[in-house]
């Protein structure tokens, strides 16, 4: 598996971007958010870039199972409420043209694709924007820190999976300089949008990256303790830690002091479970920050 490719940039050939692709496909996690994805879409105007791309990897999976054209037309349509035509079917199936086009693919089991999430969720955010042809949708990650070993983090995180960073600065509301890096990525948006679902289905070392990621965004190594302001992002951390027997302790939310910040949790890990946690994340390894010690229960 260790030599297997890991990731395909916007203009690798399509033989190589649908042998990822292949694997990400039998990964449940991966088909399963893909499918809630495209039953939970609503917009009938358009056809949703993920309904494209399920419809095409069911296609291929019934073509070699020897269905005919009308049958898989027919399957699509009854799994997902899209039917692909006749002319767009043999492109597909013929690879003359297929949705994967320009973009980048990487194996969604690869642990960068922990860390990212983790980091765009402490410190960043995602949107789904339309090209300028109106149909298919992309999708735009943001990273912001003002942390150099951070920056060059997330940055090489992203070069591994294939995918250009672009650089820029922004001044936060506290009016302060930050750095701000932003990636496309329509495949990376979906495990990011459904973080929760996809996450806690995920191999360990992709969930340890998580948290890491998160760690790094919006905690403290020095006290031991993860801080956020979404509940969803909370109990998402917490769920993992439990798997893995990391004992820890959720309080708030404590009220904001302004109006630009929301009520924040904490997520104090127990002493007796920081050297195992250090250990799990790889954060004693290499921490970016110093590491130490803190006293908690």
């Known amino acids: ?10 203009n690798a050939p399509l ?20 499918y809630k994805e495209v039953k939970e879409d609503r917009n009938h105007k358009e056809v949703n870039i993920y309904k494209r791309i399920y419809a095409y990897m ?14 898989i037309r027919k399957a699509v349509r009854d799994e997902i409420s899209y039917t692909p035509s006749k002319n767009e079917l043999s492109y597909w199936l013929g690879g003359i043209r297929t949705p994967l086009g320009r973009m980048a693919v990487f194996d969604t089991r690869q ?10 969720l402490s410190d960043g955010h995602a ?18 820190n003002k942390d150099e070993g951070l920056l060059e983090m ?24 930050v750095r701000r890096l932003d990636v496309d990525s329509t495949l990376l948006y979906l495990p ?33 303790v993860l801080y956020n302001t979404d509940p969803r992002v909370i109990e998402t951390a917490s769920t993992l830690l439990r798997v893995h027997g990391i004992r820890h302790s959720i309080y708030g939310p404590y009220p904001s002091k302004d109006a630009w910040h929301k009520p924040m949790y904490h997520i104090y890990i ?17 921490p970016p920050r110093p590491i130490a010690a803190f006293s908690v229960g």
């Not at 598996?1 to 916007?10: C, N, Q, T, Y």
Request: glycine residues 8%; charged residues 30%.
């Open 127 to 144: 949107r789904q924007y339309n090209y300028h042809n109106s149909s298919p949708r992309g999708a735009k990650l943001t990273f912001y």
């Open 15 to 34: 033989e190589l971007k649908l042998r990822i692709m292949l694997r990400n496909w039998s990964y449940p996690e991966f088909r399963e958010i893909l």
């Open 58 to 71: 069911r296609a291929l999976e019934l073509r070699k199972q020897g269905l005919s054209y009308h049958k």
């Open 192 to 224: 990011l949008k459904r973080y929760d679902e996809f996450i806690v289905r995920a191999p360990a070392d992709v969930q340890w990256a998580f948290i890491k990621g998160l760690m790094l965004g919006d905690g403290s190594i020095r006290y031991g």
């Open 1 to 10: 598996m260790d030599s297997e490719p890991v990731a395909a940039p916007r």
């Open 111 to 120: 642990p960068k694709v922990g860390l990212i999430m983790g980091l765009v």
């Open 154 to 177: 997330f940055k090489g995180a992203c070069h591994r999976l294939g995918l250009p960073v672009h650089q820029g600065v922004d001044q936060s509301k506290l009016k302060c300089e």
């Open 270 to 286: 127990r002493k007796r479970s920081w050297e195992r946690f250090l250990k799990l994340t790889r954060l004693a390894e290499s």
